[in-house]
């Protein structure tokens, strides 16, 4: 069974950084796109950042880009998001996803961390 254990959540000011990891069990990990996603009350789930088993990263939120950056450890099973210059529009429930690259049936969550930014 895949595991995905996210952390490094939790408050921030405006202009901030904060970075998130999310270790992974169970899976061989570099066979995984590691995506990052977030969610806040009243809006939409939010695709924010890939990074795919080839080890491209591709950044889908417009709102995120040259703040944030995803990397890959694959020899530690983990995915990490770096959050720069951080927002108060940034602040959601930020959840780790994983999609085998074989098949893309096989899709797994993380339970999710959240990340405020206020003063």
């Known amino acids: 069974q895949v595991q995905l254990v996210e952390s490094g959540g939790g408050w921030v000011q405006p202009g901030g950084s904060l970075g998130l990891s999310c270790e992974a069990s169970g899976c061989t990990f570099s066979s995984y796109d590691m995506s990052w996603y977030r969610h806040s009350p009243g809006k939409e789930r939010e695709l924010v950042e890939t990074s795919t088993s080839a080890g491209g990263g591709s950044n889908y939120a417009d709102s995120v880009k040259g703040r944030f950056t995803i990397s890959r450890d694959n020899a530690k099973n983990t995915v990490y998001l770096q959050m720069n210059s951080l927002k108060p529009e940034d602040t959601a429930q930020y959840y780790c996803?994983?999609?085998?690259?074989?098949?893309?049936?096989?899709?797994?969550w993380g339970q999710g961390t959240q990340v405020t930014v206020s003063s």
């Open positions: 996803n994983a999609v085998y690259k074989w098949s893309r049936s096989y899709v797994y």
